[in-house]
């Protein structure tokens, strides 16, 4: 079975230093590179915002970094402006590999942020890396990467309900963990079906 691995956002504002810093963010990078080698194939994915995204607080009066505000598409959490299409915060780790099959990016569009890979946060607008991963064959994914609670939950969910047969190697991750979301985030992975190493 075609197998991937999918690289979520290691990216420099999700490392320490960075706007959005998810804490030990860098660690992930040495054991990522290290497992490449074992796939068939490496896809990475790139948070890719406008200025002024919807998701940022700075765009919404009186907010502030991790309040909550109500989208159209329902609850949203407000972060500090991060990955911003351009710029180093938006650039992967230096030491990254990425020498991979393909960069997928996501949350390009203002009105709607998108944590998971496969779906913006309306859980309907599509990337398109289904049919990419689909028509390659690859049926089979492990993920890694930041954050385990946002877009690494978001995408291993998503996958395992498409039908991708779901793995996420946690020593490979790291989380943001607002209020609990690291362990409401491995109950939902848990949920559905997705394996957790
Ligand atoms: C992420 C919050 C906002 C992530 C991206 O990569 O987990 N989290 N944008
Ligand atoms: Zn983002």
């Given at each position: 079975?075609?197998?991937?691995l999918?690289?979520?956002?290691?990216?420099?504002?999700f490392?320490?230093?960075?706007?959005?810093?998810?804490?030990?963010?860098?660690?992930?990078?040495?054991?990522?590179?290290?497992?490449?080698?074992?796939?068939?194939?490496?896809?990475?994915?790139?948070?890719?915002?406008?200025?002024?995204?919807?998701?940022?607080?700075?765009?919404?009066?009186?907010?502030?970094?991790?309040?909550m505000?109500?989208?159209?598409?329902?609850?949203?959490?407000?972060?500090?402006?991060?990955?911003?299409?351009?710029t180093?915060?938006?650039?992967?780790?230096?030491?990254?590999?990425?020498?991979?099959?393909?960069?997928?990016?996501?949350?390009?569009?203002?009105?709607?942020?998108?944590?998971?890979?496969?779906?913006?946060?309306?859980?309907?607008?599509?990337?398109?890396?289904?049919?990419?991963?689909?028509?390659?064959?690859?049926?089979?994914?492990?993920l890694?990467?930041?954050?385990?609670?946002?877009?690494?939950?978001?995408?291993?969910?998503?996958?395992?309900?498409?039908?991708?047969d779901v793995?996420?190697?946690m020593?490979?991750?790291?989380?943001?963990?607002?209020?609990?979301?690291l362990?409401?985030?491995?109950?939902?992975?848990?949920?559905?079906?997705?394996?957790?190493?």
């Open positions: 079975m075609t197998h991937a999918l690289v979520i956002d290691v990216q420099n504002d490392c320490p230093g960075g706007a959005l810093a998810v804490p030990g963010g860098d660690e992930v990078v040495d054991p990522i590179n290290a497992m490449m080698q074992d796939f068939d194939a490496v896809i990475l994915t790139q948070d890719w915002h406008p200025a002024g995204h919807s998701s940022f607080a700075s765009s919404h009066a009186g907010k502030s970094p991790y309040d505000t109500e989208m159209p598409y329902g609850p949203q959490v407000l972060w500090p402006d991060h990955c911003v299409q351009g180093n915060g938006a650039a992967f780790h230096s030491g990254l590999r990425i020498d991979g099959d393909l960069i997928i990016r996501k949350g390009f569009r203002s009105a709607i942020d998108s944590y998971s890979a496969f779906f913006e946060n309306d859980q309907t607008t599509p990337t398109g890396l289904e049919g990419y991963l689909k028509t390659r064959g690859i049926r089979k994914l492990t890694v990467g930041l954050a385990t609670d946002f877009c690494v939950h978001f995408s291993a969910v998503d996958a395992a309900r498409l039908g991708f793995t996420v190697r020593d490979a991750c790291r989380a943001i963990d607002l209020d609990e979301s362990a409401s985030a491995e109950l939902a992975m848990r949920a559905a079906g997705v394996t957790l190493i």
